[in-house]
């Protein structure tokens, strides 16, 4: 038997080259050889960049500078955010289920003479969505003040000033309360049925006229909402008149479940009002 032989220069040629093209392939395949690749460190991302204390007060003066009015001094912008970070408290509060005293802390910054134009269109928005909830609409109607500020943004002097976007969000929340038998006596006290009844003819969107028709049907779902509906001035003939709207079934729909669906005395010599 031959024995091989080591040291020629062709077999150590043979025994070297599978060992070579196999790291080869791994080197080629994966971009680098294994070891190397452990000992690339990991990248991490960059740190987050921290939130600058003063950037609402910045966001607040350059915004009256876009708006070509007077920047807000740095008094005017400190009230200003002590305002808003007073609703982002109450927003926590929110998510706390604290409700009663969210609604209340609202008004209070609502009441403050400074941030009062500010606020209210904030606190319109959060009294809607805090209102949506069932077992919230009770808490908000007997929050003090709660229902006043929505009817006075809604039809009052305040409705005169607030965005369109703000009276409708007073309206919507309105609606949301008058939901819940409990809120019924504090909607009436308030005064709500006679301007709800004007703002058939005074508001031109049907939307809004079919969420007035909607409150004045929940109010008359009691004895005290129907009585305040049929001593309202102008108050039958205009849910009469509302009948003949044909261009907004809704309304027509909402108008007959005053009307008729709670049993309304409609004096027979009573005519139809025209809507503006």
């Not at 309206?171 to 309360?177: D, E, F, V």
């Not at 409990?182 to 058939?200: D, F, M």
Request: glycine share 6%.
């Amino acid at each position: 038997m031959r024995k091989r032989d080591r040291t020629n220069p062709l077999n150590l040629h043979r025994h070297i080259w599978p060992v070579f093209r196999r790291k080869l392939f791994d080197a080629v395949s994966c971009g680098a050889s294994r070891r190397w690749r452990d000992e690339i460190p990991e990248t991490k991302p960059p740190p987050p960049r921290p939130r600058s204390d003063n950037r609402l007060s910045e966001l607040l003066r350059s915004e009256a500078g876009e708006e070509d009015r007077p920047a807000l001094s740095e008094e005017e912008a400190r009230r200003k955010t002590e305002a808003l970070e007073g609703l982002q408290r109450v927003v926590r509060e929110l998510q706390e289920e604290r409700a009663a005293e969210a609604a209340a802390e609202m008004l209070r910054l609502v009441e403050e003479e400074d941030a009062a134009g500010t606020v209210s269109e904030a606190v319109a928005a959060n009294l809607l969505g805090l209102s949506a909830l069932d077992s919230n609409k009770p808490v908000v109607g007997a929050a003090p003040g709660a229902i006043r500020f929505l009817v006075t943004t809604a039809f009052g002097s305040a409705s005169e000033t607030a965005p369109p976007q703000t009276r409708q969000d007073s309206l919507r929340a309105l609606l949301n309360l008058s939901l819940s038998p409990a809120n019924a006596q504090g909607l009436l006290e308030s005064g709500l049925v006679e301007p709800l009844l004007r703002s058939l003819f005074d508001d031109d969107d049907v939307g809004s006229s079919e969420r007035a028709l909607s409150i004045l049907g929940n109010l008359a779902s009691t004895p005290e909402g129907r009585r305040a509906i049929a001593a309202a001035p102008d108050g039958i003939p205009t849910l009469i008149d509302a009948l003949g709207w044909a261009e907004s079934p809704g309304c027509q729909e909402k108008a007959a479940y005053v009307l008729m669906g709670q049993k309304l005395t409609i004096p027979a010599n009573t005519a139809p009002l025209n809507k503006a």
